[in-house]
């Protein structure tokens, strides 16, 4: 299948169906490996699309019932469209992406923002709220979202890949190996995982490789679930149409795999699946700095972000620093993380005046284009950071009054949840 861009043809060099299950579709993996081998080829400078299913390879409905989040699969994630191999590229090249295009597919313009279980898969708050899941639906109506499930809010999203990445040389997935056995090791039984080592059950590669490979990328393979020196799980909001990447480097072609399509995010995506997760396409090009590992310093992937953002100028800002004055009050160091959580909690208890439910305000603001910064990690020891939540995407005005009520309370219905009626204690 082929397309047109400034009359030039566009191929299509990866296509799935986005209601099949990923593990029953070509050109799809959801393990990184050197072994894994690509499934196209691209020159430099040669335009092409890849179409991916969503993260979780079609587990997630359109319903009104969250069962399906907290029966998910996730030794099965992420699903991968990939590898595609770029002509010269070499180990301690720099890959250079342009990100052209990222949207959804047509016949399924809607996507999901979920909190996981406690004990499957996790999020931000997985142990203060002793998750279980919840879901909301979000319809796409061209650059806007909105969900019945989170009535009264209509935002622009920034369509964008969260999960980007070459493929690791056998001696970088050892390492990734290596290291993550010994932080696993040393919180052993933790709730959730610190981290996840390979795992045969669930591992998929859609293509026909002798089962002596398979069989060792299933042993091996490093999971998905975080970003790593290659790129991989980054879930930068920013890296959306315009956007140029950055990527060192490790085997012969560079093997470049992509999936995990958010429609929309906030800062931080706190909830584990807390972008609008969609299945879609996305259209690149390819360019290559010969040893620009060396030449850049490259330790990392480097990225200028997307020129497209939406034009919400008017925010209300929420403070958080090092104290967890939300639990027992615990004074930390310089803690940045303690300090977006205690941000991100001032704002839910916030959006819980105007009378939305705890879980409604933690996946609007996971899935929200809400901003995060660092406002201070000098004065020790209180690290800053803050949470930006756009006025413009609620149809109320929601800033402080001097009136009684102070806020408009509204009764906002609630998320999809669990149809046995279990859901989190408040």
């Known amino acids: 299948m082929a397309t047109r861009l400034n ?9 799935v169906d986005p209601f099949v299950p990923a ?7 959801n393990r990184w490996h050197p072994d894994i081998p690509a499934v196209a080829t691209v020159k430099p400078g040669e335009v092409f699309k890849v179409q991916c299913v969503d ?8 319903n009104d019932t969250s069962d399906d989040i907290r029966d998910v699969d996730l030794s099965k994630v992420h699903n991968l469209s990939g590898p595609v191999a770029v002509e010269g590229a070499e180990p301690g090249d720099c890959l250079v992406v342009d990100i052209l295009d990222v949207a959804p597919f047509d016949k399924m313009p809607w996507g999901y923002t979920g909190i996981f279980e406690l004990t499957n898969g996790g999020g931000l708050f997985a142990q203060e709220f ?3 899941a919840a879901k909301a639906i979000w319809d796409f109506h061209g650059v806007y979202a909105t969900s019945r499930h989170i009535p009264g809010v209509r935002f622009a999203g920034v369509s964008h890949p969260g999960l980007i990445g070459t493929a690791p040389s056998q001696e970088l997935l ?3 190996n290596k290291r993550e056995k010994e932080l696993i090791d040393a919180h052993p039984g933790a709730v959730p995982p610190v981290a996840f080592p390979p795992q045969a059950q669930g591992a998929y590669v859609g293509q026909n490789i002798p089962e002596t490979v398979r069989e060792k990328i299933y042993a091996e393979g490093a999971r998905t679930i975080p970003g790593r020196e290659h790129g991989g799980n980054c879930d930068i909001k920013n890296l959306s149409r315009g956007s140029r990447c950055y990527f060192p480097v490790f085997i012969k072609g560079a093997n470049l795999s992509v999936g995990d399509l958010h429609f929309s995010q906030g800062d931080g995506e706190m909830s584990f699946c807390g972008a609008i997760e969609m299945a879609g396409i996305i259209t690149f090009s390819c360019s290559i700095i010969k040893g620009g590992v060396e030449k850049l310093g490259l330790k990392q992937p480097i990225f200028l972000p997307s020129p497209v953002d939406p ?8 403070e958080g620093i090092s104290v967890d004055y939300h639990g027992d009050g615990k004074q930390y160091n ?12 001032n704002a839910i208890a916030y959006l819980q005046k105007l009378g939305y439910t705890r879980q409604q305000a933690y996946l609007l603001l996971s899935a929200a284009p809400v901003e995060s910064h660092v406002g201070a990690i000098v004065d020790s020891p209180n690290a800053c950071v803050t949470l930006a939540l756009p006025l413009g995407i609620f149809e109320d005005d929601i800033l402080p009054k001097a ?12 998320c999809a949840l669990r149809s046995d009626g279990v859901r989190e204690e408040s």
């Open 334 to 345: 310089m803690d940045a993380t303690v300090a977006y959580k205690q941000a991100a909690l």
């Open 174 to 176: 050892d390492t990734w």
């Open 403 to 414: 009136t009684d009520p102070v806020l408009p309370f509204k009764d906002r219905g609630e």
């Open 55 to 62: 993260w979780t390879g079609a587990q997630i409905g359109n």
């Open 7 to 15: 009359s030039v043809p566009i191929k299509t060099l990866i296509e």
């Open 130 to 132: 002793q998750s279980r």
């Open 311 to 318: 034009l919400y100028s008017s925010k209300i800002i929420f």
């Open 23 to 29: 593990d029953q579709q070509q050109g799809v993996h």
